[in-house]
Every structure is written in C-alpha cells, then in structure tokens.
Nanobody, 123 residues
C-alpha cells in the first residue's frame, strides 16, 4: 500500500490550493481516506475524511466551508481542495488510509500514511 501526497506550495492568504493523494496497492473502495496536518511545534490534527465506498465527507470545524474533499476512483486519487486559505492553515499535510468503509477522525486508526506535502500560507 502506498500513498503519495502532492500539490502543496506557497500561497497568499485568501488563495487556493488543491492537494492530491494518489493511492496504490489496495482496493480503493474498501478503504477510507483522511487528510491530516501538522504545523511546526503543534500536534498532528485531522482535517477532512471520506468514506471511499459511498463518498461521505467529514470536516473539522476549522476548515468547514473552505475545504472540499473528493474522490476520483478512476484515478485512485483523493483530492483536498482548499479555498480561502489562512496563515493558520500552514502545515505539512498528510493523507492516510484505513481499511474501513467508514472514515474516522482518529489518526491512530489509519494504518497507511503518505509522505506529506507542505502548505505555506503567507499573510
């Protein structure tokens, strides 16, 4: 199982980015995917999650209304569209997979992790 996150970069506050998480080595429909982030000096936190089987999304309050998670099963890719970015969104973003049809916010439930992609939002 491999996850490859990409799409990070430097953007001004109010801007947008789209992160991608390319998954390989497993049956995509049987795994839920989560996006997490870790800012310098802070603990890792969940951002958004999706049930790969039925596509139900979940968002933490801090990103609700600004971020959108989606799945393209034909490409085995999960996207995180981030709009109205704020400096406090600056972090390394990770995608993770858990062998469950239902997504969870608990990072410890995710068995597989990508390498992370850095998002920097300037004020």
């Amino acid at each position: 199982v491999q996850l490859q996150a990409s799409g990070g970069g430097l953007v001004q506050a109010g801007g947008s980015l789209r992160l991608s998480c390319l998954a390989s080595g497993f049956i995509f429909d049987k795994y839920a995917i989560g996006w997490f982030r870790q800012a310098p000096g802070k603990e890792r936190e969940g951002v958004s999650f999706i049930d790969s089987a039925d596509g139900n999304p979940d968002y933490v309050d801090s990103v609700k209304g600004r971020f959108t998670i989606s799945v393209d099963k034909s490409k085995n890719t999960v996207y995180l569209r981030m709009n109205s970015l704020k400096p406090e969104d600056t972090a390394v973003y990770y995608c993770a997979a858990t062998k469950s049809t239902l997504a969870t916010r608990h990072a410890s439930w995710y068995e597989f992790w990508g390498q992370g992609t850095l998002v920097t939002v300037s004020s």
